[in-house]
């Protein structure tokens, strides 16, 4: 059985930081494209953040410079470094896990999702 299970969200001024975290049971980080995604009420989910098998990663405009996507593949877990952040980063932040051997497409294409995390910003 296939889990994702996200940590770190919660509630922090304009200009506070956060770091979220993705643990992952019944697959394996390492063979994947992995990645990070945002709702806002009212709003289409939308990607954040994505790091494929090499490591190398691509991110939304509005967040670069800002935000930072990482992976232990010893750990078999996920990291979204949330600085800088903004009332408008507002959202459940959810961890998606691609599938196996397939490589980060745009858009990534989606076999597990997490349950969610959420991060309010206020200002």
Known sequence: ????V???????QAGGSLKLACVASGITLSDRC????????????EEVAVIDRAGNSRYADS??????ITKDNAQN??????NTLKPED???YYCAAGYRGVT???PMR??????????TVSS
């Open 77 to 82: 877990s996920l990291w979204l470094q949330l």
């Open 6 to 12: 996200e940590s770190g969200g919660g509630s922090v």
């Open 1 to 4: 059985q296939v889990q994702l």
């Open 34 to 45: 992995m990645g990070w995604f945002r709702q806002a009420p009212g709003k289409e989910r």
């Open 104 to 106: 980060c497409l745009a």
């Open 90 to 92: 507002t959202a459940m």
């Open 63 to 68: 967040v670069k410079g800002r935000f930072t």
């Open 110 to 119: 989606i076999g597990y999702w997490g349950q969610g995390t959420q991060v």
